[in-house]
């Protein structure tokens, strides 16, 4: 049924589904595959498939048996790379760990669906922030720790990811990607016949064609993939209730979790408007520290494109007056989540990570002497060989010139289990810097390999490749990253614009500067000392990431 939808969709899209025999064109001018915005609107209502929970509970129509993985699945352990790639890294504690891993089993054995890959991991963010990918793998910020008041609170968070997983959403996704993926490759052919002609630009034609193109994939973003989104959305929460009483946890707190959750989103309502204002301001004068604004605001907390809360715990209290209401249904277990989060290693993991986050706050703030003592109680204890806290713990030391700590603190960073990316980021920057550049891409290409190919090192390694001369290297990698990687087409692009040697520099392509001191290995994979020609840079290093786009992707289901 789904796929047939997707298909009618492409037809409502296209015009595809016009009569024989019309000329293209419309009595007004525009081709006759542009659409009618409410004639869209309508086609999208028409081919979505009648709500799941109306008249049965969602778990009912659930197939059970063997699970079938999605087309989107990459492995999970290369999920579980690149994920880390995508914030500051993930935090664990044994107890934790083991509870979640229980958690998640008890709620698969209540699906009747087996050998369901993945597992359930705890990001390194304060946000109220969850989402699972199409290998299974749960993600759920650190912000929820703290403030969930029973186990069933839990268990409603990693009901609504899993039930993404079990309802297959990821692979409904794919529509998304192919779309972006064809206009990808229109664009390219179009380039490539304007080099062909020694032309430096298109012609009004192509121009015309790719502009359509943008049009029907705006077309898709904004119209179709939304409603797909808010409809899984509501499939995810009704199944994880159905989940959740199956396992014997109370159904009410998927209410209350969602109630928490409008309240964080209430209470940073405020901030992300002045966030955004700021943003335009900034953009105005100057575009590329407007995209590190964006970096910075990627990785603080995890975006969200949700059907309105409120809407949503309407919709599960309906539901479970409708399919519930005259069963008695198990009642909260708040000793059971006390026991977890105040065990010792749940509870030094929690105020650690509590430290670190609170010092780097400090930190842009200017308060150095205070953020350095914050970072140092983050970087203590069971945390102490932690990546992220040292992170924070070696940046606030270089502001302080307190030079010994921070190479002692970048060195536990980098030799941390669960490595993040801005070690890596900095250290390529140091490096890049002090033109050294061949380190530079030695240590690019080991970033890449150990966040399992993740795409946020392809404009890096093009930039470099560049500066190093291999422009045809760069021109190969610049296409693969265009097709296969097309969130970070643009910023690609843009990388295999920088001067090779002999050639001008621009600001736009300036070395990005360190803001650490980097390391200089003996060999690639050793814990290396600090490179002396890095020792007084200083300055942020200006990431551009495009993750702040749509808030879920045909590999991420972010949530809840």
Not at 37 to 64: Q, Y
Not at 145 to 157: G, K, P, Q, T
Not at 310 to 338: C, F, S, T
Not at 399 to 404: A, K
């Amino acid at each position: 049924m789904r796929a047939a939808a997707l298909a009618l969709a492409v037809l409502v899209v296209t015009g595809c589904a016009a009569q024989s025999g019309q000329t293209g064109k419309a009595d007004d001018g525009k081709p006759s595959w542009v659409p009618n915005l409410s004639s869209v609107s309508s086609g999208v209502s028409s081919i979505m498939p009648a709500e799941k929970g109306e008249k049965a509970t969602v778990i009912s129509e659930l197939k059970t048996g063997r699970y079938e993985a999605s087309s989107l699945a990459i492995g999970e352990e290369k999920d579980l790379a690149q994920r880390r790639a995508a914030g500051v890294g993930f935090a664990r504690a044994a107890s934790l760990v083991q509870y979640l891993t229980a958690l998640r089993t008890q709620l698969l054995a209540a699906s009747g669906v087996t050998d369901v890959p993945g597992r359930v991991t705890v990001l390194a963010n304060p946000a109220f922030a969850a989402y699972s990918t199409p290998d299974g793998n749960i993600y759920l910020a650190m912000g929820w720790l703290r403030n969930l008041e029973n186990a069933d609170e839990m268990a409603a968070i990693v009901a609504h990811e899993l039930s993404h997983v079990l309802l297959t959403h990821h692979t409904a996704d794919l529509w998304g990607d192919l779309q972006h993926k064809g206009q990808a490759l229109q664009e390219i052919a179009i380039r490539a016949k304007a080099d062909q002609s020694k032309s430096k630009t298109v012609s009004k034609a192509d121009a015309k064609t790719i502009k359509d193109a943008q049009f029907v994939a705006d077309i898709s973003d904004k119209l179709l993939l939304p409603g797909w989104s808010r409809r899984q959305e509501r499939e995810a929460d009704l199944l994880g209730v159905d989940l959740m009483i199956r396992a014997n946890y109370s159904p009410a707190a998927m209410v209350s979790m969602l109630e928490k959750l409008k309240a964080w989103e209430d209470q940073n309502k405020e901030s992300d408007e002045a966030f955004l204002e700021q943003l335009k301001q900034t953009a105005q004068a100057d575009a590329g520290q407007a995209v590190n604004m964006l970096y910075k605001k990627a990785v603080s907390t995890v975006s969200v494109n949700h059907p309105k809360t409120e809407d949503r715990i309407n919709d599960v209290a309906q539901y479970l007056d409708r399919h519930y209401g005259d069963k008695k249904l198990p009642d909260m277990h708040p000793a059971a989540w006390k026991d977890i989060v105040t065990r010792p290693d749940v509870a030094e993991m929690v105020k650690n990570y509590d430290s670190a986050f609170q010092a780097k706050k400090l930190l842009d703030a200017n308060k150095l002497l205070e953020s350095f003592a914050e970072a140092k109680v983050a970087a203590s204890g069971s945390t102490a060989t932690d990546a992220y806290p040292n992170w924070i713990l070696a940046r606030a030391a270089t502001s302080l010139h307190r030079q010994g700590d921070a190479t002692a603190a970048l060195q536990r960073a980098l030799s941390s289990a669960e490595p993040i990316p801005q070690i890596y980021e900095d250290t390529i920057a140091g490096y890049e810097h002090a033109n050294n550049i061949q380190t530079a891409l030695t240590w690019t290409d080991k970033a890449s390999s150990v966040f399992g190919g993740a795409p946020r090192w392809r404009p890096v390694k093009i930039r470099l490749l560049r500066k190093a001369g291999k422009t045809a290297e760069a021109d190969a990698q610049t296409l693969d990253c265009s097709v296969n990687a097309q969130d970070w087409r643009r910023l690609c692009q843009e990388a295999n614009q920088t001067p090779a040697p002999g050639q001008k520099a621009t600001p736009a392509t300036a070395t990005p500067k360190p803001t650490t001191p980097t390391p200089a290995p003996a060999t690639p994979g050793t814990v290396p000392g600090p490179a002396p020609t890095a020792r007084s840079a200083r300055g942020s290093a200006a990431r551009r990431d495009p993750r702040t786009r749509r808030a879920r992707g045909a590999d991420a289901r972010a949530c809840p």
